[in-house]
């Protein structure tokens, strides 16, 4: 198993969350202007609903591509059969914590884009 699949889910579910969170944090703030002059079109014209939607399907779906990878990778590591040398436990770890931190990532991607996909208006 190579490195790339090893790194791969420990890196991008942190990402694509922090990605995330950056692209959807205007989208649902532009529906709350608080400016003197209203906008001239209303949030639901601009299209950044789709935009936002559009971004949490895809950051879910490589979000959860990382989560098969890291399941792949940890097959694959249970599967070797030797002594427990150090880097045999070290690819271990790494495949668990990858396992770990993509499912997690994927959890918090998919209820961060719930929170966009339900809320009509972000402002109440």
Known sequence: MGLLALW??????PVLWSLS????YPVSAQGCYTGFLP???PPEATGARWFG????????LLAALSVVI???SFRKSRAVNGNADAVLVRIRFMAYA???VSA???????????????????CG
Do not use: C, D, Q
């Open 104 to 122: 997690v990532f994927l959890f918090a991607i998919v209820i961060n884009g719930l929170g966009i996909a339900l809320s009509w208006s972000p």
């Open 8 to 13: 791969i889910p420990l890196f991008a579910g």
């Open 70 to 72: 890291a399941v792949r």
């Open 98 to 100: 990858g396992l770990i």
């Open 21 to 24: 969170e950056v692209v959807l």
């Open 53 to 60: 939607g559009i971004w949490v399907i895809a950051s879910v």
């Open 39 to 41: 906008p001239a079109v």
